[in-house]
Nanobody, 125 residues
Framework: QVRLVESGGGSVQAGGSLRLSCSAS????????FGWFRQAPAKERERVAF???????DYASSVKGRFIISQEYGKNTLLLRMNNLRPEDTAMYYCAAHSRDRWGTCDDDQKYSNWGQGTQVTVSS
């Protein structure tokens, strides 16, 4: 089981920026999906963005153009740069990962089998 640890959350005013980081205990799969999710109180979990081993990225429409997902060199650290934050971005943010086969996609949230414990992001108006 790969251990994932998030950091970088905090409190910021609307319009501000934060960078989240997720460190993996080891590099896990040749082919993978590595993503960020968030969950606000009384709301369903939402996939924010993912990146694949091939460098393909995808974003939720609510964050497109404001958030950037990337990996650090060596690939065992996932980053999420969040710009122009809004109060509705307030949530617990989690990173998650799973392996994929050659033609596998990353948009099935049920396949994410490795999860971190989360980092809180709070955006005030």
């Amino acid at each position: 089981q790969v251990r994932l640890v998030e950091s970088g959350g905090g409190s910021v005013q609307a319009g501000g920026s934060l960078r989240l980081s997720c460190s993996a205990s080891e590099f896990f799969y040749d082919r993978y999906c590595f993503g960020w999710f968030r969950q606000a109180p009384a709301k369903e979990r939402e996939r924010v963005a993912f990146v694949t081993d091939a460098g393909v990225t995808d974003y939720a429409s609510s964050v497109k153009g404001r958030f950037i997902i990337s990996q650090e060199y060596g690939k065992n650290t996932l980053l999420l740069r969040m710009n122009n934050l809004r109060p509705e971005d307030t949530a617990m943010y989690y990173c998650a990962a799973h392996s994929r086969d050659r033609w596998g996609t990353c948009d099935d949230d049920q396949k994410y089998s490795n999860w971190g414990q989360g980092t809180q992001v709070t955006v005030s108006s």
